[in-house]
């Protein structure tokens, strides 16, 4: 009895911990690029809210980012930089129905300035996750070159840095 309890709780804290590392890890990559590691941990660059589709974004940089924003450099942007988008539809506040604030979880989009490693997407790789589940989008970068086309002028990048203290 004893070795079945033990072989038990053996197989049941293995399990756990699958378990447990299978929740920790990476969806599938997007575009054939990995989904970032500790993006949720950068700085923010901007906010910005789209009236035609009522969602609130949040877009975050990488170390290299956020000196290109400190220094003014960001057109074009450096290689190395890597821009994160997180979209949420609108949602009111309970309590201040005037405000609004993030509700469901659109998508997280990342783009990665590696001139050379892009040099056919014009420097940039693209790649998007969609919802809490963070299913890879694999539409091919054309789709995301496409809508950010008006912007080409700017590096291809639509985000206006915000102004930040030092």
């Known amino acids: 009895m004893k070795?079945?309890?033990?072989?038990t709780a053996?197989?049941?804290a293995v399990g756990f911990a699958a378990w447990l590392g299978s929740a920790e890890k990476n969806p599938a990559p997007s575009n054939g690029i990995s989904y970032p590691t500790g993006w949720q941990h950068w700085s923010l660059v901007a906010v910005s809210y789209r009236t035609d589709n009522h969602t609130i974004r949040a877009i975050l940089g990488n170390d290299t980012a956020i000196r290109a924003v400190r220094s003014g450099k960001t057109n074009p942007w450096p290689d190395?930089?890597?821009?994160?988008?997180?979209?949420w539809k609108e949602k009111a506040l309970e309590n201040w129905k005037a405000a609004m604030s993030p509700g469901r979880?659109?998508?997280v989009e990342f783009m990665?300035?590696?001139?050379?490693?892009?040099?056919k997407t014009y420097g940039w790789g693209w790649a998007r996750w969609l919802g809490t589940e963070q299913k890879p989008f694999n539409k091919g970068p054309r789709s995301c070159?496409?809508?950010?086309?008006?912007?080409?002028?700017r590096d291809w990048v639509f985000t206006d840095p915000a102004k930040l203290p030092e």
């Open 105 to 107: 979880l659109v998508h």
């Open 3 to 7: 070795r079945f309890v033990a072989g």
């Open 145 to 153: 070159i496409s809508c950010h086309k008006p912007v080409k002028n």
């Open 112 to 119: 990665f300035k590696d001139s050379k490693k892009y040099a």
């Open 10 to 12: 053996f197989f049941l």
């Open 80 to 87: 190395g930089t890597i821009l994160a988008k997180i979209v």
